[in-house]
């Protein structure tokens, strides 16, 4: 099984403004290097998940890690995007790299944008 | 069409077979004597059977792209199931009798009006095997893999597929133990269509999301 209970609730809800973290990582930790250091908005709490780490030293995985969707801008994330400013891409992520946006008017409004499927 | 027989191979008809390669002639590889030598010791330490790794071999066998459309056709002609797969793909396919095992939790992602969805993992190539089978080459080439998320417009048009300006392209970089699977768009003017012929336009490329269904003139 890939999924397993937390002890703990997820600390972000769908329509928070998030930052991944620009950290260098030892291991299998699944963060893809071209997010990490980029801000986008929860659109989905999976569940919770294994530690992918752990599990790619044969441990159970445990403590498990609340895993999210997060949607970005195409336009955030390549300064020379090509499409258009509506592309998003979506990734999954797990909660320990995840940080706060501390800003309110912004976080507000995105987290309006973000329900109604438009950010 | 021919459906008569199925073509995994790409020679024109009348053209001779090239010469095969057997796998097993000439010397074996460093990944085969590695992939040997482990095979022989997980069986001698009696971690599993020779005759569990032949059952896994065939479960993996039986999973194909036709797998992938039946389901997406079930979803297009029963509103109920459609909800369902959206809602707990895993339960939903369970009612198809399809198990999709406990390595990885299935979604499906749905194309609509203004939005189309496009899949790949940029770490390695996690796809949704228990439902579409083996992945095509391509999906684990660095090049797919790179370009799918910073050049998705461009790499769609290499596939013949042109996504209007006004429609959103979304990516999804597969990174965890999730596998995703597209659901696409009905095309139009298949309302008369039974399952069985909406199956035969619903391509595995549709269900990645590198092409879209066509509907064919109907013989």
Request: one cysteine or more; aromatic letters at 6%.
């Amino acid at each position: 099984m890939t999924t397993a209970a937390t002890s703990t609730p997820p600390r972000f809800a769908v329509g928070d403004a998030v930052k991944i973290d620009a950290k260098s990582a030892i291991g299998h930790c699944r963060t893809p290097w071209y997010v990490r250091g980029k801000s986008g908005v929860v659109v989905e709490i999976h569940g919770s998940f294994r530690d992918p780490v752990r599990l790619a030293y044969h441990r159970p995985g445990l403590p498990a890690q609340v895993l999210y969707k997060i949607r970005m801008r195409q336009t955030d994330l390549w300064s020379n995007y090509k499409g258009q400013a509506a592309d998003h891409l979506d990734v999954d992520i797990y909660e320990p790299w995840l940080t706060p946006v501390r800003s309110a008017k912004r976080s507000a409004k995105t987290r309006v944008a973000a329900v109604a499927g438009v950010v | 069409m021919h459906d008569d027989h199925d073509h995994s191979h790409d020679h024109e008809h009348g053209e001779p077979h090239a010469p095969r390669r057997d796998h097993d002639a000439g010397p074996a590889t460093l990944y085969e004597v590695l992939e040997r030598a482990m095979r022989e010791l997980l069986i001698e330490k009696g971690v599993f059977t020779a005759q569990e790794i032949a059952a896994q071999i065939d479960l993996m066998d039986s999973r194909s792209p036709s797998l992938g459309a039946k389901v997406i056709a079930k979803a297009w002609t029963d509103p109920a199931f459609k909800t369902a797969l959206l809602a707990d793909t895993r339960g939903a396919l369970a009612q198809l009798d399809i198990d999709i095992g406990q390595l990885a939790e299935f979604r499906v992602i749905e194309n609509q009006p203004g939005i189309h969805n496009v899949v790949v993992c940029t770490l390695c190539s996690c796809y949704p095997k228990m439902l579409l089978g083996v992945p095509p080459a391509w999906y684990k080439s660095l090049a797919y893999r790179s370009r799918t998320v910073s050049q998705p417009r461009d790499v769609l048009a290499e596939f013949g597929l042109a996504i209007p300006l006004s429609t959103e392209v979304r990516v999804h970089d597969s990174t965890a133990d999730l596998r995703y699977i597209v659901l696409p768009e009905r095309p139009s003017g298949t309302d008369d269509w039974t399952a069985a012929a909406l199956e035969q336009i619903i391509t595995r490329d549709c269900m990645i999301g590198t092409a879209v269904p066509v509907a064919h003139q109907q013989d």
